[in-house]
């Protein structure tokens, strides 16, 4: 299994720009989350979504938007990028089931200038 | 709305001491998690504590739980240069699907 993996590694955008960055993992797990780590913070949760279909809102979903058609895939689309959304963005999942135990992919640094 | 607190923010030790890192939590929940980040890195999970009292072991690491308390301690035996990293406790909100995670701890090991 590769896990959870997440595309891209690296990426900077202008002010205003908008892109999705991409989550998948090929575990079958029915929960997937996306955080955000500031420099020197622990880790924000923005969406997170309990099986294909239903999604729902963190501690900080304002500015972005996700969908989850599969279970495999959970996109965070960010629309009008803002300086404030400079962070590194990690994807988790986790299986239905005792002791809800996150797995996480390895992250994606995005600078917004 | 559950906090997690976690101290010392920033700890710079000498190899073959030991230490602990706290992590306070502020409301009542059923499962803690403790993780460890490499610069530039995802988290890699250490150890996850369900039940009052709880104490689990891997190498130099040891963690417990005491729910009472609300409290949990990530102790380091005799730290290596290995070790150096930061470490996260993450605490799981009673009812629902969320973590809330602490602010981590910077670990140094000094040679």
Redesign the interface.
């Known amino acids: 299994n590769a896990g959870v993996t997440q595309t891209p590694k690296f990426r900077i955008l202008k002010i205003g720009q908008s892109m999705t960055l991409q989550c998948a993992q090929d575990m079958n797990h029915n929960y997937m989350y996306w955080y955000r780590q500031d420099p020197g913070m622990g880790l924000k949760l923005i969406y997170y979504s309990v099986g294909a279909g239903i999604t729902d809102k963190g501690e900080v979903p304002n500015g972005y938007n996700v969908s989850r058609s599969t279970t495999e895939d959970f996109p965070l689309r960010l629309e009008l990028a803002a300086p404030s959304q400079t962070s590194v963005y990690f994807c988790a999942s986790r299986p239905w089931g005792w002791p809800y135990e996150q797995y996480f992919g390895p992250g994606t640094r995005l600078t917004v200038t | 709305e559950l906090k997690?607190e976690q101290n010392p923010l920033f700890l710079s030790m000498q190899e073959g001491k030991n230490y602990t890192i706290y992590c306070n939590y502020s409301t009542t929940s059923d499962?803690l998690?403790w993780y460890r980040q490499d610069p530039g890195?995802?988290?890699e999970?250490l150890f996850?504590l369900?039940s009052n009292g709880a104490v689990k072991q891997e190498g130099r690491l040891m963690a417990s739980l005491d729910t009472k308390a609300r409290l949990s301690t990530l102790h380091i035996t005799a730290a290596v240069h290995d070790l150096s990293a930061t470490y996260?406790c993450?605490v799981?909100d009673l009812g629902n699907?969320?973590?809330t995670?602490?602010?981590?701890t910077?670990l140094t090991i000094i040679p």
């Open positions: 997690v499962r998690y890195k995802s988290l999970s996850v369900l996260f993450a799981g699907e969320k973590l995670f602490g602010t981590g910077r």
